[in-house]
C-alpha cells in the first residue's frame, strides 16, 4: 500500500513537499507520475532503491528533488519554483521487481490514491 500526502494549494514561485509511505512490503524502484486534466499520466522522475540514483523527466530537471528514506519505506518528492503548468494529480508509484533506470509506467506495479496539486499564477 501507498500513501500520499502533502499536497495542496500554492502561488507560481513556491514550494510542496510529497511525501509517500510505503507499508505490506519493500520495494525495489519508487517514484512520482502525475496527470493533467485531459491528459495522459506522465512520468515525474524515480529513484533506484540500490544506489539512489534518480532520474527525471526533462520538464521538472533543477526543480524538483526525489529522495528516499529506505528504513521507512517513504519516498519524498520536494517541488520548488512550481509552474502552473505543474498543476496536476501527482502518483506514488513503486516496483516490486524493477531495479534499472526507466520511467515507464508500466514496470511500477503498486500505486497510490494520488494527491492534487494545484499552481495559480
Known amino acids: 500500500q501507498l500513501v500520499e500526502s502533502g499536497g495542496g494549494l500554492v502561488q507560481a514561485g513556491g514550494s510542496l513537499r510529497l511525501s509517500c509511505a510505503a507499508s505490506g512490503r519493500t520495494f525495489s524502484n519508487m517514484g512520482w507520475f502525475r496527470q493533467a486534466p485531459g491528459k495522459e499520466r506522465d512520468s515525474v522522475g524515480i529513484i533506484r532503491k540500490s544506489d539512489g540514483i534518480t532520474v527525471y523527466t526533462d520538464s521538472v530537471k533543477g526543480r524538483f528533488t526525489i529522495s528516499r528514506d529506505n528504513a521507512k519505506n517513504t519516498v519524498y518528492l520536494q517541488m520548488n519554483s512550481l509552474k502552473p503548468e505543474d498543476t496536476a494529480v501527482y502518483y506514488c508509484?513503486?516496483?516490486?521487481?524493477?531495479?534499472?533506470?526507466?520511467?515507464?509506467?508500466?514496470?511500477?506495479?503498486?500505486w497510490g490514491q494520488g494527491t492534487q496539486v494545484t499552481v495559480s499564477s
Open positions: 508509484a513503486a516496483s516490486s521487481w524493477y531495479a534499472g533506470s526507466s520511467k515507464e509506467a508500466g514496470r511500477y506495479d503498486y
